[in-house]
């Protein structure tokens, strides 16, 4: 099975990934209809996606498959035909058994062992919605057009009449085509010759019946015919050779009681009558003919045709294309400083290479990205999941499904989701009855959205709960020691405290998300994507949680700079502008906080040099460069460094494998001279030095939970 | 002996597997995914033999029949349904529609391609 020339096993992968995208748009139609979708395609797109799945299922002898999803493709027949209407409480088993059905597409993919007990119990759901209709199993039925056997049979028949211990039948077949036989495309000449292989045939045309020419209509059929048949096999095997026209013409088949008979028509066969015209009797199998027929360009049709290519190789070509980005880079740095004219061939052919390997690189990383549909759909079943565990009725809404990310971040998005998802509905959202007395709808929305925002991809969990406690939340921090008692936390800071580690606000652990992971796990996993995640939260209106994401882990477009003879980039997409300090834009606020003033506001200032420790803190700003910057939650700053270099792309070499992540440093890159430069990520840098905010404990609490 | 045959199947998975049984006994296979791309394929196309599934989507697989035997050039092209059901009022269903033969999915490859020569030679 994974032998990878085997073609049925390359099959078996293609169906196992057709499967994914069936089981996609099944959630999609079931989620139309739980809208409330009265078009009739719907619930056809719903049947026929387990339809499908049951079909190729049967191909691949899975047979727990094919009965689930035969029973539950019955249930959803009654739907189609309105012999049914789905109530909630359907609907919801409609996802259950979804669910469940993936469930099982997966065992049998992974060869693991099958849920029986929830197919038992889902199927049981399954039948009392049938009623009383008694369902019979479906067996995998076998078609048994022709009951050829693969050994020549004038051969064995002779052999047979040779030792006259067991006579051969002899059967007489009459044969008369109704309209309707010709008219389905059905061709007497093809029946009588795949009659003729059954054995030795004698066949005589009755044109009895034939009308002068005259009175002839083309399209009435005359003629009969009769087929004396001398082969070793019984009744059943003629029908089937007339398996498909059954019904369409008269056939009466009688056995010969004179076993007499057969030596005469078993002698070397006279070939059938010209009336018959048969051609010569093909063997009865199928020679696997050599050349080969050429392939049908209509495949190029589909317009979702996919190639299966080993998640390694994409990774080679995405290391490779990194490696020819610094390359590049290299390149024209040598040749800049060899003096060449802009305006030469040499400059001109960079430029287009340049071009290229931009080109190039966004191809390459278009491969690796995903949209984070299947995500999503991955946690609607969370919701349902995690709803029908605590009994609270919630209802999930997405939007942006279709933003692409790269598939690495998608895969590793799944945990700390999974996670925030479950809290949404576990802690987040309140009981009924509570948010009935509030006014609220008894159920609960959790939404999950995504999209790009400058450059980054941006994924919010919002529910309409109750909101952070504050409260409550700094009790527990306290209790717990994480902060001191007299501490004063702006509400943004206490949100915040959800992230240290041993932190859980849950009064009582639930069986749900109260599984010792707490948000610093949650934290740690989006970090560790190039990623930060923030808390909106709003009292009795709910809490938003926001994750922003590089949009690949490869390459960066970046800004590099010069702080105190360090070479340093920063991404390209959080530069808003640059600006030269004069000493009126700067206005210190206290010592070592200062403030700039750009277009009539107050930026705050960051001193790079000296909050990453390369230099002492400066009193003077005049005449230095400052760049800035704009970040996802609308803050803005304005970082002090020495030197613009260049705008360029940089490819991105992770440090947290060989070191420990240091705050403020997202990753480091090799540039074009074979420098490396670290990276820097501007909302960790702004996050742990914040020269405006009061430097209290709780700050240093902060600063630990980066280290 | 070469066939050409049209294999209209909306499952990839589906369309694979006839195509590699086929191909395997020395046919040459055009495939479509639905009735509406099956009419487009079949233009220009002389198959010896068709074989279609009955539920798919925009054009299902009674309506391709329909429109194929329309055509003065299908009348008598063999036409075979691929359907999972046995029952026998889907057969009969098909039959009315025109088809000429059916197959009972799963299939076995061997008795796919005798179906095949059994109708088309």
Redo the contacts between chains.
Sequence with gaps: MSDPMD??A??RA??FI?CEELLEALQDGLNQLEDGGEDT?TI??V??AV??I???A????LEALVRFAHRYETVLDEVRSNRLVPDHEALKLFFQAADHLSDLVRACRDDQPLPEETSAALLDELDKLLGDQTEEE?Q???????G?SLDLPGLSDLDDAADGSDPIPCWTIHFKPAFEL??????P??LL??LCALGEAEVSCDIGELPGLLDLKPETPHLAWTIRLTADVDEAEIRA?F??VEG?CRLDITRDADPAAAPEAAAPAPMPDAAAEPGDP?P????????????????G??SKSVVRVDLERIERLVNLVGELVINQAMLSQSLESAGLSPHSDAMNGLEEFQRLTRDIQDSVMMIRAQPVKSLFQRMSRIVREASAAVGKEVRLITDGENTEVDKTVIERLADPLTHMIRNAVDHGLETAEARKASGKTEEGHVRLTAAHRSGRVVIEVADDGGGIDRQKVLETAVRKGLVPSDAVLSDTEIDNLLFLPGFSTAGKVSNLSGRGVGMDVVKTAIQQLGGRISIASERHRGTTFTISLPLTLAVLDGMVVDVAGETLVLPLNVVVETLSLSSEDVQMLRPGANVVRVRGGFVPIYDLGAMLGYRPVRTDFTGCIVLLISLDDGHRAALVIDGIQDQRQVVIKGLDDSFYRAPGIAAATILGDGQIALILDPADIIAGNGPIRVPDRSLKEKRADHG | ??LTVLAVD????????I??A????????????DGI?GL??LEGLEPDAIITDI???RMDGFGFIDAV?AQDDH?????LVLT?E?APELKMRA?NA???????????P??L???L?????
């Design positions: 073609p049925m390359e099959i293609s169906f057709e395609e056809n797109v049947f026929r339809h499908s049951k079909g190729g049967g191909a691949f002898g479906v995998p039925q076998d078609f048994t057009p022709l050829v010709y008219e389905t495309g059905n061709e000449q093809m010759r795949n050779v398996e498909f369409l093909r009865a199998t199928p020679s696997p003919a050599p050349e080969a027929a050429p392939k049908a360009g209509s495949a049709n589909s | 002996m070469n909306d499952s990839r998975t589906m369309r694979d597997m195509r590699l086929l191909v395997q006994a020395g046919f040459t296979v055009h495939v479509a995914e791309n487009e394929v539920n798919m989507p035997r009348r008598a092209t063999p036409i999972t046995s039959r025109g088809a000429t033969g059916w197959i009972v999915k799963p299939f076995d061997i008795k391609v005798k179906a020569q059994m109708v088309a030679g």
